[in-house]
């Protein structure tokens, strides 16, 4: 199926109870936009969906602005969704590269997502405590993690209204009986609105490049019954080991292999007891906050049965 069908069978869908219009009839306008006047697909979708809207006598609101669909957060589930949202802005966190404007957490009631602005879309920055309309807002999924990016189109409005953002965090906790390879010291692809970790410097994507340093722990809780996957980023393996990311990095240089700095991470963490509580994404749980238990009794068998497999 073409582009240009599923975006006309998603408008013929939205106008479904509202307009006797065929995916045949909308296909055939956004073919004549795109490819006689070469007008973008995301352009030509809004002009086509704008005008059903005026043929209809409908606002734009009742389809979302901009001929998106009007989304819950917890709906995105998939990559290169085009959507409006109405979210509060939950946290906001160091970029971390030029490129990026803003990254953060956004919320609404069904739970919350992590946003991501570039520089080079220009848009007015959103302030903390703040709730918006983002319109004409894109999905991102990178190994069942989903993320909304903010672009050139997107549309933002500030609400005079208060969203109470839903709570979408688990707590597990058991033994970290292994930290998975990919671990410890790690680069990541330096490319805009690529965050891909490096495999023999290559990214999978954008091919032989010069990575960014950054640290994480991929590990795998037991409690005796069942094991959890789970992902702690650069904030919060520093906390969990006591290493900074230049502390690891000098390690590396001294000993002229990376591989020691994930290393003294298992010989520091695997056998102790943590509770970790985060976001579910995929199969992992991304760790917000962890506390370090007391060992339960059956922590030990668990990391020998680990060990055993």
């Known amino acids: 199926m073409t582009d240009l069908r599923t975006h006309a069978e998603e408008i013929a869908d939205q106008f479904s109870d509202h307009l006797d219009v065929s995916p045949d009839d909308v296909e055939e306008r956004l073919s004549n936009l795109v490819n006689e006047y070469r007008v973008p697909v995301e352009e030509a979708r809004r002009s086509v969906t704008n005008a059903l809207l005026d043929e209809a006598g409908m606002e734009r609101d009742q389809l979302g602005r901009g001929g998106t669909r009007q989304a819950e957060l917890a709906d995105l589930t998939e990559d290169e969704q085009w959507v409006d949202v109405r979210v509060k802005v939950v946290d906001l966190w160091d970029p971390g590269h030029d490129s990026i404007a803003q990254v953060g957490l956004v919320g609404d009631e069904s739970g919350t997502k992590k946003f991501v602005a570039f520089e080079t879309s220009d848009l007015p920055l959103l302030e903390e405590g703040e709730t918006y309309r983002l319109g004409n807002v894109v999905t991102d999924e990178y190994q069942g993690n989903v993320s909304i990016k903010l672009n050139?189109?997107?549309?933002?409005?500030?609400?005079?209204?208060?969203?109470e953002v839903g709570d979408d965090d688990v707590t597990v906790e058991g033994a970290l009986v292994d930290i998975q390879s990919g671990s410890g010291l790690i680069k990541r692809c330096p490319e805009e609105g690529c965050t891909r970790v490096l495999q023999n410097g290559r990214c999978s994507e954008h091919g032989e490049v010069e990575g960014e340093f950054d640290l994480r722990i991929k590990g795998v809780l037991d409690?005796?019954?069942?094991?959890?996957?789970?992902?702690?980023?650069?904030?919060?393996?520093?906390?969990?080991?006591?290493?900074?990311?230049?502390?690891a990095k000098e390690r590396a240089m001294d000993a002229l292999d990376t591989t020691v700095v994930v290393e003294e991470m298992r010989a520091d963490t695997l056998g102790r007891y943590y509770a970790v509580t985060g976001p579910t994404l995929g199969r992992y749980v991304l760790v917000n906050e962890f506390e370090r238990l007391d060992a339960a009794p059956d922590a030990e068998a668990a990391l020998v049965r680990a060990r055993s497999i």
Request: proline letters at 0%.
């Open 152 to 163: 050139r189109t997107t549309s933002i409005e500030a609400l005079d209204e208060e969203i």
């Open 223 to 247: 409690d005796g019954e069942e094991v959890h996957e789970v992902i702690f980023d650069r904030e919060t393996t520093e906390a969990l080991t006591g290493v900074t990311l230049e502390a």
